[in-house]
């Protein structure tokens, strides 16, 4: 089939390069030429581990190419997929913009019959709008049809989520867009990936759901870590045995920092904003709780890491393991430890960051503070390390090289990570939120 993709940010490139990799003619576009001429060159702009790849694999095929012509597309594809950015508003809202001036470039292009297929995370309603606004602009105003198609990928695993997801949501208004949608994803489908075809608003629904379950998860966690440090127990040995009953599974359930990056935070704002204008009070209070359960968290680690240094910040050497927002990503948006760098610094304290791969995203974020090549090196002269996202590599450290080289070696485990018992063997002062 011939395919088109609109936007090629996180989302865009990744579904154009596995949609050419099913098989399919992609002919992807963005507006930022910049972006198209490294894509061209088979460079991913982002870490994403598997996709560059893939992505020369289907250049070199000729079956994915890459343009900044609005006519191209129109004239290219039966099916356009739109994965521009829906960004968060200064109210929480999500701002739309990106999403209308793709429809309002593409439409005025469209002749002949066929489907526009929504992936970017919009509030429920928006399809419909859209196909409305796709109609008063199109020549052949029937021509276009619009079906929703959330993504649902992950950082880090966006390849594998991409080409064998838990399921495939087809929000439809016709039987042809649903036959259209099983014909892309044939081989998923009949690999057992169900695919469940619902209404466009349900389809909506699904993605911000889903996104806001998971949130939920990780902030009771992370309020009963409160608990936890309240009486003294230990939340990961909670969670190990929670995790026992099937209803409520493993996944989801680390207790620690809490979320962070482009997806969680901003979804979930998204979502409360619309509930709170659809006047469902009871979804926008429970968000708005989880929101502030996990910003408490971001506190609560300074809170410790100024009790560990006898009160006061100023001064001292905080060495910082991990900024990007999760392991297996150089993502730093919303990262819940470069948030804690930054109270950090504001405290006074001198940080020394160290991580894998993020630190070129960090410094463009926080040029103030020290970046260091290895943990060693974050590390020497400190008075306090603070172990805030957890990378592999950091799980292997040798916690007597390493207290060999800071001034005092007291660690906090804000990810509740690390082997607690391995470290205070080699003579370090150990603290994790919800843990003894
Ligand atoms: C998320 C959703 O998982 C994905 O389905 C959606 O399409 C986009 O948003 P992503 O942002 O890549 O994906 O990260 P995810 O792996 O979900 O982690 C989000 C945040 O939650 C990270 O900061 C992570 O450290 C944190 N987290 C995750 C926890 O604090 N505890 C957990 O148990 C799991």
């Known amino acids: 089939m011939r395919l088109t993709v609109i936007g090629i940010g996180y989302l865009g490139l990744t579904h154009a390069v596995c949609m050419a990799d099913l098989g399919h003619e992609v002919l992807a576009m963005d507006v930022d030429q910049q972006k198209i001429v490294t894509a061209g060159r088979a460079e991913a702009p982002f870490f994403e581990p598997g996709l560059e790849p893939l992505l020369r694999k289907n250049l070199d095929s000729g079956r994915l190419r890459f343009t900044t012509s609005c006519t191209d597309v129109a004239e290219f594809g039966d099916v356009h997929?739109?994965?521009?950015?829906?960004?968060?508003?200064?109210?929480g809202a999500a701002d739309l913009r990106y999403v209308h001036a793709?429809?309002?470039?593409?439409?005025?292009?469209?002749?002949?019959?066929?489907?526009?297929?929504?992936?970017?995370?919009?509030?429920?309603?928006?399809?419909?709008?859209?196909?409305?606004?796709?109609?008063?602009?199109?020549p052949a105003a029937d021509a276009?049809?619009?079906?929703?198609?959330?993504?649902?990928?992950?950082?880090?695993?966006?390849?594998?989520?991409?080409?064998?997801?838990?399921?495939?949501?087809?929000?439809?208004?016709s039987e042809w867009a649903a036959t259209l949608l099983r014909q892309v994803y044939a081989r998923p489908l009949a690999a057992g990936v169900p695919g469940l075809v619902m209404d466009l608003e349900t389809a909506e629904l699904v993605k911000v759901s889903a996104n806001a379950f998971l949130a939920t998860k990780i902030s009771f966690i992370n309020a009963m870590a409160e608990v936890c440090e309240t009486v003294g127990a230990d939340v990961v040995r909670l969670t190990e045995a929670l995790s026992h009953d099937e209803r409520i599974g493993r996944r989801f359930l680390s207790a620690g920092l809490g979320f962070g990056g482009g997806c969680l935070p901003k979804d979930i704002r998204a979502f409360r904003a619309?509930?709170?204008?659809?006047?469902?009070?009871?979804?926008?209070?429970?968000?708005?709780?989880?929101?502030?359960?996990?910003?408490?968290?971001?506190?609560?680690?300074?809170?410790?890491?100024?009790?560990?240094?006898?009160?006061?910040?100023?001064?001292?050497?905080?060495?910082?393991?991990?900024?990007?927002?999760?392991p297996g990503s150089d993502d730093v948006r919303d990262s819940p430890s470069l948030d804690v760098c930054g109270r950090l610094a504001q405290n006074g304290a001198i940080v020394s960051v160290h991580d894998p791969v993020a630190m070129p995203n960090a410094a463009k974020v926080r040029p103030d503070l020290r970046y260091a090549r290895s943990v060693p090196e974050a590390a020497e002269g400190a008075h306090l390390v603070l172990h805030l996202t957890e990378w592999a590599d950091y799980r292997a450290i040798d916690p007597v090289m390493l207290a060999g080289v800071v001034a005092r070696p007291t660690i906090i485990d804000a990810r509740c990570a690390l082997d607690a018992g391995l470290w205070r063997a080699a003579g370090w002062t150990v603290r994790a939120p919800g843990r003894p």
């Open 81 to 91: 997929f739109l994965c521009v950015g829906t960004p968060e508003a200064a109210d």
């Open 102 to 138: 793709a429809v309002d470039a593409l439409a005025p292009h469209l002749r002949d019959r066929c489907l526009v297929v929504g992936k970017s995370t919009v509030p429920v309603g928006t399809a419909r709008r859209l196909l409305a606004r796709i109609r008063s602009a199109a």
């Open 144 to 173: 276009a049809d619009l079906a929703w198609n959330p993504e649902f990928l992950r950082e880090g695993l966006a390849v594998q989520d991409s080409v064998s997801p838990d399921r495939l949501v087809f929000g439809v208004r």
């Open 274 to 326: 619309t509930a709170m204008s659809l006047g469902v009070k009871s979804v926008a209070s429970l968000l708005g709780e989880v929101d502030a359960i996990n910003s408490g968290r971001r506190a609560r680690v300074i809170e410790m890491a100024r009790e560990a240094v006898d009160g006061s910040l100023a001064g001292r050497r905080v060495a910082v393991l991990g900024v990007a927002f999760k």
